[in-house]
């Protein structure tokens, strides 16, 4: 074989010569620590990660303090979500000598929170199925100023800014905090309490706390009826 370097090896080449400094924001340390360890500071990726978050006021102190070229966010966090994230560091993406960007990385895949992200300012959004190599790709398009979206994700957006109406208003579902709408899909989707904790990160007392609220603000009496209203509403 000679010793010729492919243009896909060179790619790959120029990208790990180059730095791209991101924060992760995300309320599970277990998570943050494994996305590091999947795509951290190695020249196999390029990526350094220089700081980390678990909730909004922290996003923001550590966003001002390192100024990242891009923020790996959670959509769901407590202080307000990664919504309050992107309108508190409005001024830091819009800086003139470095613009930090946003790429959303959530276990959602739901259209709202697609929507109210790209809304807010965010480049981007993936779901948290998808694999180290794309994640740094991801990474890499973002700091250059493109947009990345999961395909089906794609769709959501498209729909949204094509339409020139306001979407109706939804006051039960207006009720529901985030986590809880995240529960609500997936019960009505079937899932068991046990594989939404394992799927949302959290203890499956909690999973049971979310519902009962669900079910009590929406004034249903089981899960069944719970999946007859998320699915009339097209949530599933």
Known sequence: MSGETSPGQRAVSQEADRRVRV?????????????????????????????EAGDVDQAVTVITATRPDVVLLDVHLPGGGGVEVLRRSASLMGAIDRPVRFLALSVSDAAEDVIGVI??????????????????????????????????LAGFVLDAFASTDAPPVDEDMDRLTQRERE??????????????????????????????????????????????????????
């Open 23 to 51: 924060v992760l924001v995300d309320d599970h340390r277990m998570f943050r620590a494994g996305v590091q360890a999947e795509i951290g500071d190695t020249p196999a990726t390029g990526v350094e990660v220089v700081g």
């Open 119 to 152: 809304r807010g300012g965010a480049r981007g959004y993936v779901t948290k199925t998808i694999t180290g190599s794309d994640l740094v790709n991801a990474i890499f398009r973002v700091a250059d100023g493109d947009a990345v979206f999961s395909p089906r």
């Open 183 to 236: 529960v609500l899909r997936l019960i009505a989707r079937g899932y068991a309490y046990k594989e939404i904790a394992k799927q949302l990160f959290i203890s499956v007392k909690t999973v049971e706390s979310h519902v009962s609220a669900v079910l009590r603000k929406l004034q249903l009496s089981n899960r069944h009826e719970l999946t007859r209203w998320a699915t009339a509403r097209r949530l599933v």
